[in-house]
């Protein structure tokens, strides 16, 4: 399940679609964004221009030709003069390394890669993770598994997504309003399509505090629930510790076995993605299931898992978790992870691996990396931290709004230079430097939940609208940061 409302995990820029395109429910599912960007393919007749079961396997710059020398599936090469890769933030799946990994003998799945037509109806299941889709993923199997067993590598702070159907009058409401919609999306900071609060923890007293968090509470959603209560949760103290509190006593008086509330309780700040969870078929949210007596907790930091046996996981206190099914909810080698496992080099043979192997991943505006000509990411490095679909809209809009002046004026190559790259960098750390996303335990948002991976900032915080700022501002000084390839315009 997304956790971005339907109505803006869409493309803006086809209004007929938006006024005629059905969505049923308040959060689109798997199959419901599948069809829906198959449909998009069918209406803008887009199939002719795909290539299917066919993997980039490297790219490489030529800097005497000024093009891309690419290798496909089936040693196949292409020369191309523009590369635009769209290859997400979030796709190289990450699994632990666990000793005995591979003598499992039951069935073993990512849920990145959930096999079509899977059952798990009458089966002793565990899940390994509880962070976005491992709480979804919880939430949704305890009412059919014979047993679950969840493998807790850190407590979470989840709330209500507020999933339901969506009413004639709310779809009324949608397409009556797609201008205004869109336009607040852009000129906000996480585009969800919610106003973000413009209010200070301390500006209230002790009980509009607990009006404003049990009105978002029930509303739902994540990202409303951390940037719609107060404009300081990510950045103050004290109005962190009160929603952490909050949410800690809405799992205290959730679930009625005491120990499985006490090791679901997080008491790190509340500065990670934030979550929130599905409804489950019956309306139980994900505290709800842990009232189940076939679902129960196990907390890896208290008994860590020793190994991996043929019949289930074995933790340090000696017990066997018997299992019929193991669900890896483990994530991903997020931002860079799909960018250095494939071959893309660029002046002189540089490898883009290389060339983020002291600073980590990072680039100009998200977009450019110097070194490397004509190469664009969409969702790149030190991108926005935000509502995805709007951020992939804005960018695309300025690579080809690039790419089309760069043409026009007959220019070989557009790079961005090195202290554009650095500026930008430094812009990225200045918005970041008083997040306290940054003394989350184990945030894969700075890389720490995959062993070895470099520990930094890879996103930018100052939100969307001021995200797209940068890239008009950008665009009118003549693309200020790249090596000169057009007129000032």
């Known amino acids: 399940m997304s956790d971005t409302e339907s109505y803006v995990y869409r493309y803006s820029w086809d209004r007929d679609d938006l006024l005629n395109y059905t969505f049923k429910e308040h959060y689109v599912k798997q199959p419901e964004v599948l069809a829906y960007l198959e449909h998009v393919v069918e209406k803008h007749d887009l199939r ?149 609060s413009e209010i200070s923890y301390h500006d209230v007293g002790p009980e509009e505090r607990e009006r404003i968090f049990e009105e978002n509470w029930q509303k739902g959603n994540g990202f409303r629930f951390m940037f719609g209560t107060f404009n300081d949760v990510t950045t103050d103290d004290e109005a962190n510790k009160a929603a952490c509190e909050f949410i800690r006593g809405k799992i205290e008086s959730t679930v009625l076995d005491k120990e499985k509330a006490r090791k679901l309780k997080p008491y790190d700040v509340y500065a990670r993605r934030p979550l929130c969870d599905g409804n489950a078929s019956n309306g139980e949210k994900y505290y709800e299931q842990f009232n189940r007596d076939n679902v129960d907790i196990v907390d890896l930091k208290e008994t860590p898992i020793e190994q991996i046996e043929d019949n289930g996981v074995r933790t340090s206190d000696g017990k066997l978790h018997e299992l019929d099914v193991l669900i890896f909810a483990t994530g991903f080698d997020a931002v860079e992870g799909n960018y250095t496992r494939i071959a893309i080099h660029g002046r002189d043979g540089l490898s883009l691996k290389d060339a983020w192997e002291e600073s980590g991943p990072t680039s100009y505006l998200g977009v450019c990396v110097p070194e490397f000509p004509n190469l664009f990411t969409i969702t790149g490095a030190k991108g926005p931290f935000t509502n995805i679909p709007p951020a992939i809209e804005v960018q695309v809009e300025f690579i080809t709004e690039a790419i089309a002046l760069a043409e026009k004026a007959g220019a070989p190559i557009i790079e961005a230079t090195h202290e554009a790259e650095r500026e930008w960098s430094a812009l990225c750390e200045k918005l970041a430097a008083n997040s306290l996303f940054w003394k989350a335990e184990d945030n894969w948002i700075f890389g720490a939940n995959v062993p070895g991976k470099k520990r930094c900032l890879r996103f930018f915080f100052g939100g969307l609208k001021a995200y797209c700022e940068k890239l008009t501002e950008c665009a009118k000084n003549g693309y200020a940061g790249f090596k000169p390839f057009a007129e000032e315009s």
């Open 48 to 196: 002719k221009h795909m290539r299917f079961n066919t993997a980039m396997l490297s790219a490489s710059w030529d800097d005497s030709t000024q093009r891309w020398d690419l290798t496909v599936t089936g040693d196949q090469k292409l020369s191309a003069k523009y590369v635009i890769t769209g290859l997400g933030l979030l796709s190289k799946q990450n699994y632990p390394d666990i000793p005995g990994l591979d003598s499992f003998k039951g069935e073993m799945h990512h849920t990145a890669k959930w096999p079509k037509g899977l059952s798990l109806d009458g089966k002793r299941a565990g899940v390994i993770g509880c962070g976005s889709t491992g709480v979804q993923v919880i939430t949704d199997i305890g009412r059919v598994v014979k047993s679950l067993t969840c493998f807790q590598r850190h407590p979470q702070y989840s709330v209500p997504s507020g999933d339901s159907k969506v009413t004639p009058e709310y779809r009324q409401w949608a397409n009556d309003n797609w201008d205004q919609i869109f336009h607040q999306v852009r000129n906000s900071i996480t585009a969800f399509g919610f106003k973000e």
